[in-house]
């Protein structure tokens, strides 16, 4: 089995490291606090943002309430938070 996945571009390296067994076996899952503070919040292009909202909720995330951060450059874009506590945005074509 592969331990790792490297995905990269010019400007970017990713990589996935799967946990080893008797470490995972270790881990405690709790609900992570939000993230906020960061410097960089990756954006989602998503069709129809609305609809989205049961299933975020259904993962363990959330999209931020029924307000948008706005219009910005001919699209509607409304925070939320992945299961893991990551800012996000979700961008929708207005």
């Not at 995972?24 to 943002?49: E, G, N």
Request: negative net charge.
């Amino acid at each position: 089995a592969q331990d790792h996945c490297v995905l990269e571009s010019r400007q970017w390296t990713l990589s996935l490291v799967s946990v080893p067994e008797p470490a995972a076996a270790r881990i405690v899952l709790s609900v992570p606090a939000r993230r906020v503070d960061v410097p960089i919040k990756l954006a989602h292009v998503a069709d129809d943002i609305e609809s989205l909202r049961p299933l975020f909720a259904k993962l363990g995330g959330a999209v931020d309430p029924r307000y948008p951060v706005g219009e910005f450059r001919g699209s509607l874009r409304h925070d939320g938070v992945d299961p893991e506590g990551n800012a996000l945005q979700l961008v929708q074509a207005t």
